[in-house]
């Protein structure tokens, strides 16, 4: 091994606190925290309204407090299993939805993963090292994410990657704390396994990031069948439907007997509450729930003032969204800002995992 031998270890001791023949650690520089919130989103569909209140609200939210999050669309964990084409057609039209719900540029930085794809391909080969084919193979999400039917043996090798992926994403940026919902948090602590086992191995290069917990709120489809999700697209309110969509949907929706509160209507009213756009809206709510909880006939009613928030909160943002997608250069520009910074924190979180690792 030619690292052992004793004129390079003489050498190498000249730039670096290596002390012994057998000890190869090189003098390592302490990183620190450089993204107080970190939070990527894959491009592969159109956004619900739950995906708005679970995942962008509290990054508003944050953003509210003074706090700078750092935005970025996740394009290369989309390719596990997504066209390239496909996802090409979500990445502005995810910008766009961030932006026209507040995200703020000025405030936070976004950006497109593969505008860093170096830097994420180079830091997850680097770290594929420290975590063995079994573990992977028990990430629980591996398991949730193969076609019924296929074998974790047999997923393609990106998706295999896909948590150590993450664990680039999260560690090149040096993000303190990830905002995920429960089924990321297996990611989250293969990241921190990850960066321990390095940290352990080389001195403490990644600062650990944590789980920023976000109160799961139930927002159940509205047929009552099970969570809201794409999957289901008439129990789902996407942020395109257009007005008239909605006003059928939520007709249709499932609410409850007079005196009865069951998890669908506590689902309709926590919606209809966070999207109204007034105090006033939702002391209305509370006026209705208020007369069926005594037994008067209200549910139509009811369905009338949800249909109008709902339908509010819609013609806002899609109001906003045109607006955004009227200037073809405006979100290159935003992510193009967004690329550079995000890239000098790579290259520099890079360059040391790189020189502990002897690679420079
Ligand atoms: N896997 C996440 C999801 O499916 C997206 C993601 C990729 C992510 N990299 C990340 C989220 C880093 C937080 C931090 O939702």
């Known amino acids: 091994m030619s690292i052992l031998d004793k004129n390079k270890v003489e050498h190498y001791n000249g730039i670096s606190t290596l002390n012994n023949h057998s000890i190869l650690k090189r003098g390592v520089r302490t990183m620190k925290y ?13 956004l619900t309204i739950a995906n708005y209140l679970g995942a ?52 936070a930085n ?35 994410k193969l076609k019924a039917n296929t074998r974790p043996e047999t997923a393609n090798t990106l998706l295999f990657l896909y948590p150590i992926l993450m664990a680039a994403d ?25 960066a321990r086992r390095f940290n352990k191995k080389y001195g403490e290069v990644f600062p650990i990031p944590d789980v920023l917990q976000v109160k799961p709120l139930r927002i159940l489809s509205l047929k009552g069948e099970g969570k809201m999700s794409k999957t289901n697209p008439n129990g789902a309110i996407f942020l395109t439907d257009n007005l008239k969509t909605v006003a059928r949907k939520i007709k249709s929706a499932e609410t409850a007997f007079e005196m009865i509160v069951n998890e669908k209507l506590k689902s309709h009213i926590l919606i209809a509450g966070k999207l109204a756009k007034t105090e006033s809206e939702r002391e209305e709510v509370d006026a209705i729930i ?6 008067k006939p209200v549910m139509g009613r009811f369905k009338q003032l949800f249909i109008r928030i709902v339908q509010n909160f819609l013609a806002e943002f899609q109001g906003k969204r045109a607006e955004i997608m009227r200037d073809p250069s405006y979100i ?8 550079k910074i995000a890239r000098e924190n790579a290259i520099e979180t890079l360059q040391e995992v790189k020189r502990v690792l002897w690679l420079t």
């Open 56 to 107: 962008v609200m509290p990054i508003i939210e944050l953003q509210a407090q003074g706090i700078s999050p750092v935005v970025f669309v996740a394009d290369l964990h989309a390719l596990t299993d997504n066209e390239p084409a496909t996802i090409r057609q979500y990445i502005y039209g995810v910008v766009a939805d961030y932006i026209a719900l507040g995200v703020d540029p000025q405030k």
């Open 34 to 46: 450089k993204v107080e919130v970190l939070t990527g989103i894959r491009p592969t569909n159109d």
């Open 332 to 339: 290159p520009s935003v992510l193009e800002k967004g690329a």
């Open 290 to 295: 208020q007369e069926h909880k005594t037994g």
């Open 110 to 144: 976004i950006y497109l993963q593969s505008d860093i794809i170096g830097e994420v391909t180079t830091l997850t080969t680097l770290l594929s090292r420290h975590i063995s084919v079994a573990e992977l193979l028990r990430v629980p999400t591996l398991k949730d």
């Open 170 to 194: 999260i560690l090149l940026n040096r993000a303190r704390k990830v905002p995920v919902g429960e089924d990321q948090l297996a990611h989250i602590e293969v990241t921190r396994l990850l």
